[in-house]
Every structure is written in structure tokens, then in C-alpha cells.
């Protein structure tokens, strides 16, 4: 997971504020994963994007919550108006193709970044 | 009907004996399942993924998947007290290119 590259790792956002984190995928992959992490609790799904489109944010709240992955530069969530209850660990992960059997794929996960809601 | 179920645990084992993890899944068409090791506060990192019925074996670990009862398990062998973490259970869902995962079960090796 060493490739995959998030930023920051760890954000302190008042109420009401914006928190922004973003992911560079290791190089070759064009597929990004967002999971979300309350603490004791295991990975939830958010979105999965390729180079320029959002292909199943099926897991991503549906207000405050947006996710990009432009041609240029890394993917981003941004979360608006932070609340108490968006205080997680969110990781991302990157693979080259669709995980699976077909392709023999699988995700790597970034370090995460910690967001904290004060 | 949770899509990935894991026993929360904590499940504790001697040092040196065999931890047996178990998973169960919902959708039957599922054909890729992953097993991931996390740490406490850091990232998931992947121990196995296993496509077909039956054994794969890698190094001290082997994963276990039996597909008409929906049912894949990891055995960790010789166990250490490295090995005390988080382990999470994820499945590729038909139709799907996202990977659905389990709570995790906790494992603790004790000396």
C-alpha cells in the first residue's frame, strides 16, 4: 500500500467547516476507491471513480458529501458542513483495472487520512 | 442480511497454535474474496485473495472458500503475537467492481 498517497493524514475541522482529502493512486492505476472507517467499526464503501467519472457512489451519503477524480492531479472528497459524526478514518485505495477474477485484481489501500470534527 | 459477516471476536489463541477466522457472504454469484490484515490505527494490507473452491495455501497463512455454503475462512498457523490484529473479510459482488467488507474479527495471540 506504500504506492497509494493520501493527504493530509490527519485534519481537524470545526463544525460547519469544509474538510477536503485527497489521494494520488500508485502509478498505473486509474481506479480509486473511497471507505470510510468509524472507529470500532469495519470498512464502509463510499464511491468508486475512474479518470473522470463516478462509476458507483451507491455508499456515499447523499447530501455534503462529493467525489472527484479529475483528468489532472489526485481524487478528492470533500465533505461540507463537517458534523461530529463525520469524525473517521477515511482510506483510499487504488487498482489498475476492475478487481476481480477476470482480471486477477485486487485494491491497495493508502495510509488513510483522520479526520476529526471538533 | 448483512452482504459479509465476520464474528467480532475478540478471538484469542496460545502463541504457536492455529487461529481460525470465518466469513460468511450473501450473494451467491460472488466469485472474488479477499482476506485483509489491519493494524490499529493504520491501514488495511492484504494477506490472500482466493478465486476457486477449496485450499490456498500461503506461507503460515490458507484461505478456505466453499462456495455452496457461502463460506470462506483463513487459518493462520503457528500463530505469533505479530499477529494480533484486525482481520477483515471482503468480497467482490457480482456485477460489481467494488469490495464489500466485513466488520473484522479480532484476534489476539497470547504468549
Known amino acids: 500500500n506504500a504506492g497509494v498517497m493520501q493527504n493530509p493524514r490527519h485534519l481537524v475541522r470545526r463544525r460547519g467547516q469544509e474538510a477536503r482529502l485527497r489521494c494520488s493512486p500508485m502509478?498505473?492505476?486509474?481506479?480509486v476507491y473511497w471507505y470510510r472507517q468509524l472507529p470500532e467499526e469495519g470498512l464502509k464503501f463510499m464511491v468508486y471513480?475512474?479518470?473522470?467519472?463516478?462509476?458507483?457512489e451507491s455508499g456515499m451519503p447523499k447530501e455534503r458529501f462529493s467525489a472527484e477524480f479529475p483528468k489532472e492531479g489526485p481524487s478528492i472528497l470533500r465533505i461540507q458542513q463537517v458534523v461530529r459524526g463525520d469524525s473517521a478514518a477515511y482510506f483510499c485505495?487504488?487498482?489498475?483495472?476492475?478487481?476481480?477474477?477476470?482480471?486477477?485484481?485486487?485494491?491497495?489501500f493508502g495510509e488513510g487520512s483522520w479526520l476529526t470534527v471538533v | 442480511q448483512k452482504e459479509v459477516e465476520q464474528n467480532s471476536g475478540p478471538l484469542s489463541v496460545p502463541e504457536g497454535a492455529i487461529a481460525s477466522l470465518n466469513c460468511t457472504y450473501s450473494?451467491?454469484?460472488?466469485?472474488?474474496f479477499f482476506w485483509y490484515r489491519q493494524y490499529s490505527g493504520k491501514s488495511p494490507e492484504l494477506i490472500m485473495s482466493?478465486?476457486?473452491?477449496g485450499d490456498k495455501e500461503d506461507g503460515r497463512f490458507t484461505a478456505q472458500l466453499n462456495k455452496a455454503s457461502q463460506y470462506v475462512s483463513l487459518l493462520i498457523r503457528d500463530s505469533q503475537p505479530s499477529d494480533s490484529a484486525t482481520y477483515l473479510c471482503a468480497v467482490n459482488l457480482v456485477g460489481a467492481s467494488k469490495i464489500i467488507f466485513g466488520s473484522g474479527t479480532r484476534l489476539s495471540i497470547r504468549p
Open positions: 502509478k498505473g492505476h486509474s481506479h
Open positions: 450473494d451467491r454469484g460472488s466469485q472474488s
Open positions: 482466493i478465486y476457486s473452491n
Open positions: 485505495a487504488s487498482s489498475p483495472s476492475p478487481p476481480g477474477r477476470a482480471t486477477g485484481n485486487t485494491i491497495y
Open positions: 471513480l475512474q479518470k473522470e467519472n463516478i462509476i458507483d
